[in-house]
Nanobody
Framework: QVQLVESGGGLVQAGGSLRLSCAAS????????MSWFRQAPGKEREFVAGTSRSGITTKYGDSVKGRFTISRDDAKNTVYLQMNSLKREDTAVYYCAADLGPINPGVVYTSIRVYAYWGQGAQVTVSS
């Protein structure tokens, strides 16, 4: 069982930056594929960024490529999402997700259906 707790959300002006953190419980964090999803009001939850269990591979949603960076610190059981050049359309609740990684250490899951563990969500609001 893995428990995930997000932090770092808040209100920021367009063009600004925020860093989200997701702290995970347990001693096997390094074996988990970690990702961030987001859900805006009235919209489906969408993939934002993910990192393989080795950190070798990262993937990003098209709308955040070049602006967001995902990273992980296995020693701290934490995954981060650095968000730069924020836009109003980035406003959403951001969720951290985890699932056991496969034997291939470079795999990143982008489907919401794969992830067994979710955090409670962190609100990010971007004002104009």
């Amino acid at each position: 069982q893995v428990q995930l707790v997000e932090s770092g959300g808040g209100l920021v002006q367009a063009g600004g930056s925020l860093r989200l953190s997701c702290a995970a419980s347990g001693r096997t964090f390094s074996t988990y594929v970690m990702s961030w999803f987001r859900q805006a009001p009235g919209k489906e939850r969408e993939f934002v960024a993910g990192t393989s269990r080795s950190g070798i591979t990262t993937k990003y949603g098209d709308s955040v490529k070049g602006r967001f960076t995902i990273s992980r610190d296995d020693a701290k059981n934490t995954v981060y999402l650095q968000m730069n050049s924020l836009k109003r359309e980035d406003t959403a609740v951001y969720y951290c997700a985890a699932d056991l990684g496969p034997i291939n250490p470079g795999v990143v899951y982008t489907s919401i259906r794969v992830y067994a563990y979710w955090g409670q969500g962190a609100q990010v609001t971007v004002s104009s």
